[in-house]
């Protein structure tokens, strides 16, 4: 088998017919939005509770890879204040936000773009680089929304195998060719927890030729000890877009904020691919509060670095296999994902299945605190105890 493989293009064969709206209209949709099936988030709390017939606090909610702790509390005070003024528009430019960002990592302010979540950062650069020519890179079990948003824009979606659930750079550079514009490297990725490590990716930037702008997703760069340095291609001007968010480590994903750190040229053309006002003004007062919060960052590595360990070690002494994480989730082969995800849902605790990745046979868990994680692995066993 050659080391990366083509997926089909994402082009519908036909117009689906199932939708229950009249053809006429649907015929007059775009037609990659016919056959798109739409992300699917981790099941809400509220929405279990109200199923099962329990209060919200009785729910253990570890299927979105959210902080356990909540959100920074100088980040609540923050968003508090900024209420006062919800009656005005807030800075479209992001002012206070990005300047703070860049001061952090010793970059400018015309580096920095914001996103109403770093998921919108990922839009973006597909609005301005994709079209139907395109083609887009990625690895077998990236985060989905990459593929999301290549069959959005009718671009060529290259999915390259990744043994061990590692990227293998070296393959999906070899993949690239003269329609190749976006390449995504989640690390650590999602679902996988796995990172690649800095000599991989210094050789993968040697290969990079200038008509493609590699994507670094860094959604979970604050959990690992020693992340990979990329900032460093970004202050060489290369094409290269690092994407953070205040949805993981911050505990902020309810205000749906996140950044994209890339050269004045990327970052210029991002900027113009936006809406005018997309960050809104409580979350720009709450991310630059948790920015700043370096004690509850803290505070969060080591609840989850102890999770981690806590959770690895008892599926190891169960004999059950997981994929070594970097991140704030661990990916556990249960067999059967999607009884084992209906099973512990009905005891109140919400996981996620993996069968959208292709992985019927695993499920996702976030790490929770000591008391969650720990009633994570009770349903768990009671559930496995029970097929
Ligand atoms: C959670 C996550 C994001 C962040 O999404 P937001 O839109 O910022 O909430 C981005 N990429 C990956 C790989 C993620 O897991």
Same mark, same amino acid.
Not at 312 to 339: M, Y
């Given at each position: 088998?050659?080391?990366?493989?083509?997926?089909?293009?994402?082009?519908?064969?036909?117009?689906?017919?199932?939708? +229950?709206?009249?053809?006429?209209?649907?015929?007059?949709?775009?037609? &990659?939005? =016919?056959?798109?099936?739409?992300?699917? +988030?981790?099941? +809400?709390?509220?929405?279990? !509770?109200?199923?099962?017939?329990?209060?919200?606090?009785?729910?253990?909610?570890?299927?979105?890879?959210?902080?356990?702790?909540?959100?920074?509390?100088?980040?609540?005070?923050?968003?508090?204040?900024?209420?006062?003024?919800?009656?005005?528009?807030?800075?479209?430019?992001?002012?206070?936000?990005?300047?703070?960002?860049?001061?952090? %990592?010793?970059?400018?302010?015309?580096?920095?773009?914001?996103?109403?979540?770093?998921?919108?950062?990922?839009?973006?650069?597909?609005?301005?680089?994709?079209?139907?020519?395109?083609?887009?890179?990625?690895?077998? /079990?990236?985060?989905?929304? %990459?593929?999301?948003?290549?069959?959005?824009?009718?671009?060529?979606?290259?999915?390259?195998?990744?043994?061990?659930?590692?990227?293998?750079?070296?393959?999906?550079?070899?993949?690239?060719?003269?329609?190749?514009?976006?390449?995504?490297?989640?690390?650590?990725?999602?679902?996988?927890?796995?990172?690649?490590?800095?000599?991989?990716?210094?050789?993968?930037?040697?290969?990079?030729?200038?008509?493609?702008?590699?994507? &670094?997703?860094?959604?979970? /760069?604050?959990?690992?000890?020693?992340?990979?340095?990329?900032?460093?291609?970004?202050?060489?001007?290369?094409?290269?877009?690092?994407?953070?968010?205040?949805?993981?480590?911050?505990?902020?994903?309810?205000?749906?904020?996140? %950044?994209?750190?890339?050269?004045?040229?990327?970052?210029?053309?991002?900027?113009?691919?936006?809406? +005018?006002?997309?960050?809104?003004?409580?979350? @720009?007062?709450?991310?630059?509060?948790?920015? !700043?919060?370096?004690? /509850?960052? @803290?505070?969060?590595?080591?609840?989850?670095?102890?999770?981690?360990? %806590?959770? =690895?070690?008892?599926?190891?002494?169960?004999?059950?296999?997981?994929?070594?994480?970097?991140?704030? &989730?661990?990916?556990?082969?249960?067999? /059967?994902?999607?009884?084992?995800?209906?099973?512990?849902?009905?005891?109140?605790?919400?996981?996620?299945?993996?069968?959208?990745?292709?992985?019927?046979?695993?499920?996702?868990?976030?790490?929770?605190?000591?008391?969650?994680?720990?009633?994570?692995?009770?349903?768990?066993?009671?559930?496995?105890?029970?097929?």
């Amino acid at each position: 088998m050659p080391a990366w493989h083509l997926t089909e293009a994402i082009v519908p064969a036909s117009f689906p017919t199932s939708a +229950p709206f009249p053809m006429s209209l649907e015929s007059h949709a775009n037609r &990659f939005i =016919c056959d798109l099936v739409a992300y699917e +988030p981790g099941k +809400p709390i509220e929405e279990t !509770a109200r199923e099962l017939g329990l209060k919200p606090e009785q729910i253990v909610k570890v299927a979105s890879n959210e902080n356990p702790l909540g959100p920074s509390p100088l980040a609540v005070k923050a968003i508090e204040k900024a209420a006062k003024d919800a009656h005005i528009y807030p800075d479209g430019g992001g002012y206070m936000l990005r300047q703070a960002i860049a001061d952090k %990592y010793a970059l400018s302010m015309d580096h920095v773009v914001l996103g109403n979540g770093s998921n919108e950062i990922i839009e973006l650069l597909c609005h301005t680089f994709l079209n139907r020519d395109a083609e887009l890179i990625a690895a077998e /079990h990236a985060f989905v929304v %990459y593929k999301l948003m290549a069959t959005l824009f009718g671009a060529k979606y290259i999915e390259v195998a990744d043994p061990d659930f590692i990227h293998d750079l070296e393959g999906m550079a070899d993949a690239i060719t003269d329609n190749t514009r976006l390449v995504f490297i989640a690390n650590p990725n999602n679902p996988t927890g796995t990172m690649v490590d800095q000599q991989s990716i210094d050789r993968f930037m040697e290969r990079l030729p200038d008509h493609v702008v590699a994507v &670094f997703d860094e959604a979970y /760069h604050e959990f690992p000890d020693n992340p990979p340095d990329v900032l460093k291609y970004v202050r060489e001007g290369r094409n290269v877009c690092v994407l953070r968010t205040f949805s993981k480590i911050h505990g902020l994903a309810a205000l749906r904020i996140g %950044y994209g750190l890339a050269p004045a040229h990327l970052a210029g053309l991002l900027q113009k691919a936006r809406q +005018p006002f997309n960050t809104n003004a409580l979350a @720009q007062a709450g991310a630059l509060a948790a920015l !700043a919060d370096e004690q /509850h960052i @803290q505070q969060t590595r080591r609840v989850n670095q102890q999770g981690l360990g %806590y959770l =690895c070690e008892a599926l190891t002494q169960r004999g059950i296999e997981w994929v070594p994480s970097f991140a704030n &989730f661990l990916l556990i082969k249960c067999g /059967h994902g999607d009884d084992v995800f209906k099973n512990m849902l009905k005891q109140g605790v919400i996981v996620r299945a993996m069968s959208g990745y292709k992985l019927p046979d695993w499920i996702r868990v976030s790490i929770g605190t000591p008391e969650e994680n720990k009633r994570v692995l009770e349903v768990f066993d009671a559930v496995l105890a029970d097929r």
